[in-house]
């Protein structure tokens, strides 16, 4: 426990803050209502969606970017790349990769309905092979995969960034993990860890870490 917080919830404000700063921010659309629904549903660990919060500042940072080419590393079921490809460019277009087969019939499925299926490729396997053959210069990155590649995706991408283009990285605060005593066997704590110090102090970008839902990093690329 942090100041009566408790570490393991992924919200780190007072409930009655969390509700007040949710009702008077702009609301999901319906298309991503269903989205999450279907994949709390239907789909294991379904607290790795964004959510409706997470997502309309996804969506916010997009428009504020307006970018031509986005990467995210981490489809899930999909719905954070609906939420960034609302700030796309008309002409834009949107990579998603996942190692996870699987969803692909449950992303295609909203992203058929969303009006973004012509703007949106995605790749199946490993992020780190995939990224280095993507012959695409980018606006906006969002990192939310396996927290101990962050590091390795982030050398993979800060070569392919446009200058003034935005790397966001999730779960950054991991549950308040990167402020308790490290356990010597949790590597994935270990590498935000270093993701976190290497963001805050590499020369090739200015850095914000928001204490939003369980951390979001804005990296801004000079």
């Known amino acids: 426990m942090l100041c009566g917080i408790n570490l393991n919830d992924m919200n780190f404000l007072p409930d009655k803050i969390d509700d007040y700063v949710v009702s ?4 999901e659309p319906k298309l991503l209502k269903e989205l999450s629904r279907e994949t709390w549903q239907k789909v294991l660990n379904p607290r ?36 960034l490809a609302e700030g796309l460019q008309e002409k ?20 058929e309905k969303s009006g973004y299926r012509n703007q949106l490729q995605q790749f199946v396997g490993d992020a780190t092979k995939i990224i280095p053959n993507i012959d695409k210069k980018f ?68 850095t914000v870490l928001l204490p939003i839902r369980d951390g979001l990093t804005v990296s801004r690329v000079k």
């Not at 008077?24 to 609301?27: A, M, R, V, Y």
């Not at 916010?60 to 719905?79: F, R, W």
């Not at 834009?92 to 992203?111: A, P, R």
């Not at 590649?149 to 779960?171: A, C, E």
């Open 92 to 111: 834009g277009n949107l990579i998603t990769i996942d190692k996870n087969e699987e969803l692909e019939t449950l992303q295609n499925k909203y992203f």
């Open 24 to 27: 008077h921010s702009q609301q």
């Open 48 to 83: 790795m969606l964004s959510g409706a919060f997470q997502g309309r500042l996804l969506s916010m940072i997009s428009k504020l970017v307006n970018p031509k080419n986005i990467l995210e590393i981490g489809t899930y079921t999909g719905y954070s790349a609906l939420c």
């Open 139 to 206: 606006d906006l990155v969002f990192i939310d995969a396996d927290k101990s590649n962050y590091i390795n995706y982030f050398h993979l991408i800060i070569q392919k960034m446009n200058v003034g283009g935005i790397i966001l990285s999730d779960n950054v605060l991991w549950s308040g993990k990167v402020i308790e005593p490290l356990n010597p066997k949790d590597n994935d704590t270990r590498i935000l860890l270093e993701y976190n110090k290497l963001l805050s102090t590499d020369n090739r970008i200015e």
